[in-house]
């Protein structure tokens, strides 16, 4: 008999022919969450198993973080030749719960001489029995004693939920312009967890952003890289853009020139690193340029597809995220963006591109680019 966790898997599950193509990404994200902890990582049967691990809480945590993981559940595996031994087993694990419950069997194991139904039954009585403090109702219980019956027997209670999603790397490469604020590593945290790497790109405007403003986007990316496993983070110099266009462009415009200027520096970086797509954490209508004429003119200079995963989400809902994966207190840390540096007092809601194109006209776009991409700084997290 042996204590294990035992991983189980969402979405994959509906996937045909290449199912073994994303089981292998899954068992190799999940050798990964589990390394520090120094346990074991099989697939058999369908089913992910670690043992041996050295802190079960804190290898549980760090697996219930890998996306393509649908919940986690501490389980105990013994032989399964001996009925009355795994209902004295179920017994131990039961102890203590109060309030209702049922079994669950599941036979994998057809020629196991017990059906699932007999299984609940029997193994039903017997926790009634010796448990004081349980009684049975099947429709809602609060306590389910799984028993899953396979090359051997494995019985578990708890479930922990984890994140579901696609294991990381089975969904290309994307790049997130990541900024200090709210909605930026949510909204990395949202594309990652359909199976995308990601690499970020920080816009850093030194001195008039500061060290402690750069300090805290590397602090978000770690978190992210928690969930991506591992994120390259590019801090590009954008002071001499932004002093450029605060000087030479007209002030309604200035702030879509500069996010145009983004999504080319960005999209730059991201054709460097393989990245298909770049990600923001833009809503609709949440700020002057996140209306949808002021994103039309920034999608023209991308050159790739620009993924918004939160483009439909309130502020609150965005928060709540957040919050769920912790980043938000982080994001809330008072440091100035570069974005809000040189905010022009009423910026342009409507814009036409032909105006925006003429607006930037007074600039050497290639040059300025250029020189940012290779004054870029490159942090591993
Ligand atoms: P966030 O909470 O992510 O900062 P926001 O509500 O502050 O978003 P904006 O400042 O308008 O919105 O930025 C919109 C998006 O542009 C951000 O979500 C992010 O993807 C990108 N962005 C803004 N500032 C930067 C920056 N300094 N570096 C990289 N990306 C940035
Ligand atoms: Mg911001």
Redesign the pocket.
Known sequence: MRQLILVRYGEIYLKGLNRPYFMRALVSRVKQAVRPFGGRVWLHDARIFISDMNDMDGCMQAVSKVFGVHSLCPAVEMEKGDFNAICDQAVRMMQGLRGSFKVEARRADKRYPMTSPEINMQMGGYILERCPDLHVDIHTPEHVMNVEIRDMAYLYVRVLEAVGGMPVGTGGKATLLL??????PVAGYCIAKRGVEISAVHFHSYPYTSERAKEKVISLARQLSAYCCGVKLYIVPFTEPQLQIHEKCPEEYGTLVMRRFMMRIAAKIAQQEGAKALIT?ESLGQVASQTLDALCCTDAVAGMPVFRPLIGNDKIEIIHIAEKIGTYETSCLPYE?C??VFTPRHPCTRPKLEHVERAEGALDIDALVDAAVAGTEMIQL
Request: charged share 20%.
């Open positions: 900024s200090g604020g709210i909605d930026s954490g963006d974005c809000t």
